[in-house]
């Protein structure tokens, strides 16, 4: 089992910035892929930012630019800096671990982003 606890959400004016924090305990596999994932109130969950235990990451096109995943390994922590924020990028945010042998995916409960005047 891992557990995965997110901080960092909040409320923030179009243009602001967020940067996100998780944090993965548990049973860790060396090799792994943790991130960010959003929902927005009747959409679909969807890939925000991936990053692999060896640095290589992935973004949705929409937060290309904006948004910048990174992780500590040492700290089996994932970040992600939310930099020029939209309204649009109003979601619960989860964070992602994927255990890269196994193929199981474990979840946060979720952060609450929202960008509003």
């Known amino acids: 089992q891992v557990q995965l606890v997110e901080s960092g959400g909040g409320l923030v004016q179009p243009g602001g910035s967020l940067r996100l924090s998780c944090a993965a305990s548990g049973s860790i596999f060396s090799i792994n892929t943790m991130g960010w994932y959003r929902q927005a109130p009747g959409k679909q969950r969807e890939l925000v930012a991936t990053i692999t235990t060896s640095d290589t990451t992935k973004y949705a096109d929409s937060v290309k630019g904006r948004f910048t995943i990174s992780r500590d390994n040492a700290r089996n922590s994932v970040y992600l800096q939310m930099d020029s924020l939209k309204p649009e990028d109003t979601a619960v945010y989860y964070c992602?671990?994927?255990?890269?042998?196994?193929?199981?995916?474990?979840w946060g409960q979720g952060t609450q982003v929202t960008v509003s005047s």
């Open positions: 992602n671990y994927l255990n890269a042998y196994t193929r199981i995916n474990y």
